[in-house]
């Protein structure tokens, strides 16, 4: 073992045969069988993914929404109750601190809230249970502290475990668990209690996950990780899937992935996240950065981050550069490898916005060698969200 901490799983993976890796300050699988073979068997079944270095996160207080939303663009104070939504940490010129998910909920222990025993909370208390990023959790909740009001109470929950669950048998199988998971559609959560055989375990899961597929973020106490692992590989449709084969479905699903295709240098125009931008937050124009992002919304961002299929077999990394008919560098490749669902390599990059019309060609430089790339509309792969019938 390196430096790095250990999560609640940790002997867990280990004795499942997964391969170790320091990621993000914490020793974490990066592989079990094969990254490909895990792929295909998200694609087709269902993986487990233990993502439990993302930061968990409670946000409570007086009007919390309206406070939030002068860190964020989206539409928060209209989020029903266990709804929930992507969204951006916004720095003050409209660059990307993180990338998150965050769930209106309509109750939150006490003592997550900041509030001593028996004290009772405001009429107008509101609670959001938000999901950020392991690598820039921490400076996200220093961020958070410093921007919103003293009377936010801010909570890391580093006492709880989160793992994925992912892959289109994913909810049959935890409906076996929880049989009133089935309710949920995409972007819908939850607090539930597992009767597993060790006793109740109470849960909070969310119909949601970053693989382009059906599934759960399920949260649970650190102390009762390994007794949900073990129950949902249980199950002959489930497997232990390491972080290499999370990259590639992420990959292509079209997903940005913070660090690498989205940072402080990034506006959600320029990275291709305009969605996020809610109608009245764009109307009342009062997010952080509104005047920048606003101006590349009207008038189109001068780079945009785009998708490539690449021609041979041999994919393009991220750093890769986009180079013009000269040779001079225009552009960069943020994320790249072998899709394979698709069984040929497939990237993200930024490039000028007038080469970022879908069927461009572009010339991608990488050791000095040359490839051709096709300007390709995301997601690579059909999203398989489970999504409520039309009417």
């Known amino acids: 073992m390196g430096d790095d901490t250990q999560l609640p799983l940790d002997s867990w993976h280990r004795s499942q045969g997964a391969r170790m890796v320091g990621f993000a300050g914490y020793d974490m699988p990066i592989q079990y069988e094969g990254i490909m073979a895990e792929h295909l068997w998200t694609r087709d079944s269902v993986g487990l993914f233990d993502v439990s270095h993302m930061g968990q996160v409670i946000i409570s207080g007086s009007n919390a929404a309206q406070a939030l939303e002068t860190v964020l663009p989206g539409e928060i104070q209209k989020l029903g109750v266990e709804r929930m939504r992507y969204s951006l940490l916004l720095a003050p010129d409209g660059g990307?601190?993180?990338?998150?998910?965050?769930?209106?909920?309509?109750y939150a222990d006490p003592e997550s809230c900041g509030m001593a025993e028996g004290e009772t909370p405001p009429d107008?208390?509101?609670?959001?249970y938000m999901v950020v990023n392991g690598a820039t959790k921490h400076g996200d909740l220093a961020y958070l502290r410093e921007t919103l009001p003293d009377h936010?109470?801010?909570?890391?929950?580093?006492?709880?475990?989160?793992v994925a669950l992912q892959g289109p048998k994913a909810g049959e199988v935890f409906a076996r668990l929880v049989p009133e998971s089935a309710a949920l559609y995409f972007m819908q959560a939850g607090g539930f209690t597992w009767h597993s055989d060790a006793g109740d375990i109470a849960l909070w899961a969310s119909r949601s996950g970053y693989t382009g597929e059906d599934g759960f973020e399920i949260s649970v106490a650190a102390e009762h990780a390994e007794t949900l692992a073990a129950a949902l590989v249980a199950h002959e449709e489930v497997q232990p899937i390491g972080l290499g084969a999370r990259d590639s479905l992420r990959l292509e699903a079209g997903l940005p992935l913070y660090g690498h295709d989205i940072d402080t240098e990034i506006t959600p125009v320029e990275a291709d996240l305009g969605f996020a931008l809610s109608k009245r937050r764009r109307e009342a124009a009062d997010f952080p950065g509104a005047e920048r992002i606003l101006a590349q919304r009207e008038n189109g961002?001068?780079?945009?981050?785009?998708?490539?299929?690449?021609e041979g077999r041999q994919p393009?990394?991220?750093g890769a550069i986009v180079v013009d008919a000269d040779g001079a560098q225009i552009g960069t490749v943020t994320s790249g490898g072998f899709s394979p669902t698709l069984q040929q390599p497939i990237a993200m990059a930024y490039v000028p916005a007038d080469l970022s019309a879908p069927d461009t060609v572009i010339t991608i430089e990488q050791r000095k060698k040359p490839f051709t790339g096709t300007v390709t509309p995301m997601p690579f792969v059909p999203q398989n969200y489970h999504r409520p019938p039309k009417a």
């Open 124 to 128: 107008d208390c509101e609670y959001f």
């Open 301 to 310: 961002p001068e780079r945009k981050r785009v998708g490539l299929v690449v």
């Open 316 to 318: 393009v990394r991220e």
């Open 152 to 162: 936010i109470f801010i909570h890391h929950m580093e006492d709880r475990a989160l």
């Open 96 to 106: 990307i601190v993180d990338d998150l998910m965050i769930t209106r909920l309509a």
